[in-house]
């Protein structure tokens, strides 16, 4: 319960905490009114960058869901032209992050890190298609147990100004191990093949829970 009520923090957020406090405390000698806005906002804050363990499904025949959130499309396309993939097939599933949700980004399966590419760019509402292609964002691909490539795409959004990534090339993962986060509002794309969706447009998902895709 205690573990509901305060849950375990990334460390990306202990320094906007303090910040929000210190500001918090400034609003208050300023205004009784500002200060408790202050806090509800340094509350928001607090949750925001909340880092709570997952239990993954531990089954290589299963992705699950990268990003907390609700998922915005599930396609065929072309896989990123980013990773030299534009002329292959990939299903895609695309997953939108709110400012209210968890933030911390996980793999959606075990295997070998084998890519990781940064890409630079606007900060455009990350719910819009056109985000995929427009806006800040990591790719991440993981070569998995069946020797196929899985893409993780972390996304900016509109209040985003940094993609945080915590593995690194040729890093063996776990299913549901933590790969980054994004900071206030943002998406996640995942690209794979031989998998069959398991999820529909607007369900909501749980990062390292959630079944996106089965064999």
Not at 32 to 51: A, E, K, Q, S
Request: net charge neutral; charged share 25%; glycine share 8%.
């Amino acid at each position: 319960m205690i573990d509901k009520i305060f849950p375990k923090i990334h460390d990306e957020g202990y320094k906007f905490i303090v910040i929000f406090i210190i500001v918090t405390i400034v609003l208050y000698f300023i205004h009784g009114f500002l200060g408790f806005v202050g806090l509800i906002l340094t509350i928001w804050c607090y949750y925001f960058y909340r880092d709570p363990e997952r239990i993954a499904i531990g089954d290589e025949n299963y992705l699950t869901s990268p990003a907390d959130g609700v998922v915005l499309q599930v396609l065929e396309t072309d896989g990123p032209k980013e990773l030299g993939l534009e002329n292959k097939k990939f299903k895609k599933v695309s997953i939108f992050m709110n400012v209210f949700d968890c933030h911390v980004n996980r793999a959606p399966c075990s295997g070998k890190v084998t890519e990781i590419l940064y890409k630079p760019g606007k900060f455009i509402n990350a719910s819009l298609d056109k985000a995929s292609e427009d806006n800040e964002r990591n790719f991440y691909k993981i070569k998995n147990s069946h020797g196929e490539d899985i893409i993780v795409v972390q996304i900016a959004g509109l209040v985003a100004r940094r993609i945080v990534t915590e593995t690194s090339i040729d890093e063996e993962l776990q299913q549901g191990a933590r790969i980054g986060m994004i900071r206030f509002g943002s998406r996640a794309d995942l690209y794979f093949e031989n998998y069959e969706p398991l999820v529909k447009i607007n369900q909501k998902t749980i990062a390292g829970e959630t079944l996106i895709a089965k064999k």
